[in-house]
């Protein structure tokens, strides 16, 4: 936890990881190895995957997909009824979901 404290203090990541990597070697947590290993480790921190961040860029891209998909199929419905000249039909499916659903269905959409 202690060493999370830079960067939620508003230092930079790079500066924050630089920080806990200064403080391990100070209170002798892998000392030698990362007085060897130094770059590395703090290359290795900053470019680690975070699955959490990955989650939510997958989420968020599907969740985008998903308005695009809807509105496309949306958009569809509507063209048929306008060139069906349904135009109560359109009126009413924008106010009541059941009934675009069911017209989905009508136009095998």
Do not use: W
Not at 45 to 65: H, K, M, P, S, W
Not at 80 to 89: A, T
Request: hydrophobic share 35%; glycine share 6%; aromatic share 8%.
């Amino acid at each position: 936890m202690e060493q999370r404290k830079p960067q939620a203090n508003g230092s930079e990541l790079k500066g924050a990881v630089e920080q806990a990597i200064d403080r391990c070697i100070q209170e002798n947590h892998l000392k030698s190895y990362l007085l060897k290993k130094k770059a590395e480790v703090s290359l290795m921190l900053l470019t680690e995957f975070n699955q959490e961040a990955f989650a939510r860029v997958i989420r968020n891209e599907g969740v985008e997909e998903g308005i695009e998909i809807g509105e496309d199929r949306v958009n569809q419905l509507h063209s048929y009824l306008i060139s069906d000249k349904r135009f109560d039909d359109l009126t009413r499916a924008t106010k009541d979901k059941q009934y675009q659903a069911q017209l989905y269905k009508e136009y095998g959409i």
